[in-house]
């Protein structure tokens, strides 16, 4: 069974940074697609970015130029460097490995930006 464990969040002041990781219990390089999504309270939850398997990339337009998604196969862990925080940003942050027709979600880790 694929595990996935997000790290990294906490509490920031508007316009700082953090970085979530999520470890994979497995090779990072079986999933198709990786990503974090994100759900604040009240909303449903959202795509933020995602990578594929080779390589390319997307963002959501609430993040374009603010966050970076990257990966290390070596450590079979998916980062998300998230800058210029905004308190838009507060939510539960997840990961999702998708190893088409199956995805695999992680806990969360809370991101709390404070105004």
């Known amino acids: 069974q694929v595990q996935l464990v997000e790290s990294g969040g906490g509490f920031v002041q508007a316009g700082g940074s953090l970085r979530l990781s999520c470890a994979a219990s497995?090779?990072?390089?079986?999933?198709?697609?990786m990503g974090w999504h994100r759900q604040a309270p009240g909303k449903e939850r959202e795509l933020v970015a995602r990578i594929t398997r080779g390589g390319i990339v997307s963002y959501a337009d609430s993040v374009k130029g603010r966050f970076t998604i990257s990966r290390d196969s070596v450590k079979n862990t998916l980062y998300l460097q998230m800058g210029s925080l905004k308190p838009e940003d507060t939510a539960v942050y997840y990961c999702?490995?998708?190893?088409?027709?199956?995805?695999?979600w992680g806990k969360g880790t809370q991101v709390t930006v404070s105004s």
């Open positions: 497995g090779s990072i390089n079986n999933f198709d697609v």
């Open positions: 999702r490995g998708l190893n088409i027709p199956y995805a695999y």
